[in-house]
C-alpha cells in the first residue's frame, strides 16, 4: 500500500485551491493483507488533517 501521496493530485490541488481539504489515499484492493494498515492511515489522515473521526464523501478513482 502507497500511503498519503506526498504530491496531490489535480483534484485535490483543485479542492484545496478552493480552500477545502482533500487528501489522495492509495489501496491495492487485491491484496488484502493491507487493508489494517489503509484503515490506519484513514483513521490517522481523518484525526490529523481533518479533526474529526468520519468522512462525508469518498471519491473512489480506480486506475
Not at 6 to 28: C, F, H, N, S, Y
Not at 43 to 53: C, S
Amino acid at each position: 500500500m502507497r500511503a498519503t501521496s506526498p504530491v496531490p493530485t489535480r483534484p485535490v490541488r483543485e479542492i484545496q485551491d478552493a480552500g477545502g481539504k482533500a487528501v489522495t489515499l492509495a489501496l491495492d484492493v487485491g491484496n488484502t493483507s493491507c487493508f489494517p494498515g489503509f484503515v490506519a492511515e484513514v483513521t490517522r489522515v481523518l484525526r490529523d488533517k481533518f479533526e474529526r473521526p468520519s468522512f462525508d464523501y469518498l471519491v473512489n478513482n480506480a486506475r
